[in-house]
């Protein structure tokens, strides 16, 4: 046929574009099954060299039909998936159509029957690299080689598109089945969903998930997206491969951002999950293999989550860190990191643009307008004290909308109905969303219902505890509104020290304090803080005091003295590093913005240094007769029985006690009591007071009994 015939007869044959993907697939079957045929005659009819072209001419024609079709439909905007896969990896038609031969038995059963017919026994329905091959070869029209299209190098097995089954018989290239890989038969086929491999670690981000009050920070959100524009082409197409590296707290809106940022390009958006990959050693490259090619198919932006899990240990990770950077390199063209910290320090490599974005927290007036916004979203009961919880919890704008959410639960607990969100739901919600993992481990947490005017208390000492209570009341006046904070680069939490005997009332007044305050009171163990490795103490004090910074929680450390105690000389390393921890402590109370109490018996021993930090030092020293007769009365429940014979006043003036001795006094009576089935009475009274002088190390003496030395030795002794 010579070329002026081959051209009229394309021009009669020429049809419309093609409508769908489906459409054309059928016309590349027919092609297959063209090529087929050809292959089948020549064996059959043992076609020597000089008629090797026979059967080629219809072969032609079709391939220039589907040619000129394909053609047509992208100019007729019509999406084709093998020859928008092909633009993207640069496939040749030879390529392509190596491609088709082993997709064929995926979409008709027919080939694979037709290439068991062609095959030695036993390779069933898959064609071999040698029957491709040679159906290539005539497709190209002269002599191939199986290393040009399917050696580990070429793109057809470099992006995994095309897999080869692994016989154990199968010792050369020509002998190993084909197949196409399970993804890439999808997406061939126009299944238009994430490869099911990943899904344990990435997923396809929703374009409306997101609201525009998790977003508070739109300044970031606009330099991303002047960025990203800037180094787009005319048809959307990135100039320079992008790397953004977001780092900051967690909830601090870095996700968000991203998917406003991709809503607004218009870029669908892949989500995928480092710390979920590690979990998979064995597997990580491939999955991060199959995530990134993922991203090149659909095409969208790469968003890689805790991508700072593989800075915790790099040495750990050195193959993980690596293959990310391949991947990285060789796929996406828009890629965010997202983590706590940066990772800037593992990403500058190749060509790429690296920009690192830092995401602080809201300050308590960004807070309040985060609250205030998101909030209409549900039903509140009024008045709502918007600004005492953004003050109080430092939260990030996905912690407080997850607070809101779990106050509208416990609301709509109380009252199915009509659900309104009260000030004391939020509060709660807003504690349950912090980090209580110190309470398990390094501090117990304290509560208590009594109020200041409970407290048996000096007027001196009253008044100061007053005081601090009006500092933490009206910081946002001080703080806020009057600018101070300006002023105070640090040191706008308050560090107070509560000495004296035991038994005084440390313990109380600091459960008092944080009832009145309506902050969480935490009581450091200092058994679990304090270790015999160098460097782990600090450790603990700075999580107590990171996890603290939450709930704006009171740190109350009981015998402050025990890890306070004089800096002394350094004489070894022993000593120099008693001395950094201190210094240690010292640095974390003046950069904590809540409240540090301490509490000792022993005031001369604690270190000058902490003394001079402390805002307030309240001594309690033991009642006189006086306040120690209110305290024996206000003991004893109004709920309890007791008799007429206890004698207060006699008590109170023969048995200088501190508040916590006469309350074990109280209890043990109580319990005696009890026992006897008799309302408390002196007797007993009298007998737990004896037990209580012989721990304090007193002698029992019958001038301080007085009248009642008896009943020491009486019927209930």
Sequence with gaps: MDLFRQSATMEGCVKAPYTNNSEYLLDMLMLLDLLIQVHMNRITEKENSDSSNMGREPLELEKAIIRQRINLSRLNGVHLNLPYLSQLVQLTELEEMALMIALAPELDSKFGNLYAQLQEPGYQTKPTVELATRLLSIFQGGCLFAQSIFDANTKLMNYR?????????????????????????????????LDSRLAAVAHVADPQSETETNCFNDDHQRRLLKLVRAQLTNDGQLTSK????????????????????????????????????????????????????????????????????????????????????????????????????????????????????????????????LWERMSKQVRLEVPIDFESLAEKFRFSPGRIQHALLAARSMALWRDPQ???????????????????????????????????????????????????????????????????????????????????PPGTGK????????????????????????????????????????????????????????????RTEVKDA???????????????????????????NLYGNLDAAFIRRMQFSIELTLPDESNRLNIWRMMFPKEAPLSDDIDYAFLAKN????????????????????????????????????????????LTSKEAFGPYFDLLGGKRA
């Design 161 to 193: 598109l095309l897999r080869f089954t692994d016989p154990g018989n199968a010792n050369y290239l020509l002998q190993r089945s084909l197949y196409v890989d399970t993804q890439i038969v999808n997406f061939l086929i126009g299944i238009d969903q």
């Design 242 to 369: 992008l790397l953004f590296d977001l780092f900051g707290a967690a909830g601090s809106g870095k996700l968000s951002t991203v998917k406003a940022v991709c809503r607004e390009l218009g870029v669908s958006l892949i989500i995928g999950n480092i710390a979920n990959m590690l979990h998979q050693p064995a597997a990580f490259a491939d999955n991060l293999f199959l995530l990134c090619r993922e991203v090149l198919l659909h095409p969208a932006a790469l968003c890689l989550l805790h991508t700072d899990a593989l800075l915790s240990s790099p040495n750990q990770y050195p193959k993980e860190i690596a293959a990310l950077l391949d991947s990285i390199e060789r796929f996406p063209n828009l890629t965010f990191m997202i983590g706590l910290k940066s990772c800037s320090s593992l990403l500058i490599r190749g060509d790429s643009m690296c920009f690192q974005v830092e995401f602080t927290l809201p300050d308590v007036k960004e807070r309040k307008n």
């Design 418 to 500: 009509h659900g309104r969100i009260s000030m004391k739901d939020l509060q709660h919600a807003c504690y349950l969303q912090t980090n209580h993992d110190h309470e398990h481990r390094l501090a117990d947490k304290l509560t208590s219902t009594g109020k200041l005017e409970d407290l048996i208390l000096t007027p001196e000492q009253a008044a100061s505890l007053q005081e601090l209570i009006d500092q933490v009341k009206y910081r946002r006046v001080v703080h806020g509104e009057w600018g101070f904070q300006h002023r105070l680069a640090r040191g706008r939490g308050l560090n107070i020290l509560l000495h004296g």
């Design 655 to 698: 048995f200088k006690m501190a508040g916590g001795h006469i309350k074990n006094v109280v209890l043990s009576a109580a319990f005696l009591a009890a026992k006897d089935e008799e309302p408390i009475g002196m007797a007993h009274i009298v007998r737990s007071l004896r037990r209580e002088l012989d721990k304090m190390g007193k």
């Design 574 to 600: 022993l000593d120099r590093h008693a001395n950094m921890e201190i210094a240690f402590l010292l640095q974390k109370m003046e950069e904590y913005d809540g409240i540090t109490i301490l509490a000792t």
């Design 507 to 566: 313990t109380t007044a600091a459960e008092v304090l944080a009832n009145e305050l309506g902050l969480d009171l935490y009581r450091i163990d200092l058994s679990q803080v304090v270790s015999k490795y160098i460097g782990e103490t600090e450790k603990n004090l700075h999580r107590i005091f990171q996890e603290a910074e939450e709930s704006f929680a009171i740190l109350f450390f009981d015998e402050a003295d025990a890890l306070f105690g004089k």
